[in-house]
């Protein structure tokens, strides 16, 4: 096997450098674009947390009973949301669970309470058994004097978010190969 000349190796290592910064640059564009997609979707299920707290303080549910009843108006109030977007309250005393169309809609899910979470620990992700992914926030809902009543999960779906990620993953790959091929 013969030795590279100077030439050659000046420029195998300009192309291992220029390879190494475009793969560097290409991760940090995945990496601002996922966060700002999953900012984007947190930002809005913060937004309608904000509505539910809204009518919360407006119905100023006590028990179980209330809760049921505020949770029954927001749902009808949010019908008319073009998302769909998983919005469920569970009742504390009874167990009952209180959801918009779109929490029906995934009634044959035998694990669709995996959207429930727990309570003040943030956005999380979660993927039912047929793949579908979410992201989803729980908030526990007090009544007077602080005692829990029940808790509120909104979710939506993180398909896109997903797909997104995917993409680019391919397109960061492709022109690593390009580039490496160059």
Same mark, same amino acid.
């Given at each position: ?5 100077? =030439? ?16 560097? /640059? ?23 947390? !904000?509505?539910?707290? !809204? ?15 505020? /949770? ?20 504390? /005393? ?17 694990? !669709? ?10 956005? !999380? ?6 793949? /579908? ?18 808790? =509120? ?30």
């Amino acid at each position: 096997m013969s030795r590279l000349s100077l =030439v050659a190796r000046v420029a195998l290592l300009a192309t291992v450098v220029v390879g190494l910064a475009l793969a560097s /640059a290409m991760y940090a564009a995945w990496r601002t674009t996922d966060r700002q997609l999953t900012a984007d979707l947190d930002a809005d299920l913060t937004t309608q947390l !904000r509505e539910w707290n !809204r009518l919360v303080a407006t119905f100023a549910p006590a028990d179980g009973s209330g809760l049921a009843a505020t /949770a029954r108006a927001w749902v009808t109030e949010q019908q008319d949301h073009p998302s769909t977007q998983v919005q469920v309250v569970a009742i504390a /005393a009874t167990g009952q669970l209180v959801g918009n169309a779109a929490w029906d809609l995934l009634a044959p899910q035998p694990d !669709r309470s995996t959207l429930l979470g727990r309570p003040d620990a943030g956005p !999380r992700d979660g993927r039912l058994r047929d793949g /579908a992914a979410y992201r989803a926030l729980t908030e526990r809902v007090t009544g007077p004097g602080g005692a829990i009543i029940g808790t =509120v999960s909104i979710a939506d779906s993180a398909d896109a978010v997903a797909r997104a990620r995917r993409q680019l993953a391919r397109q960061v790959l492709l022109a690593g190969a390009v580039v490496m091929a160059g």
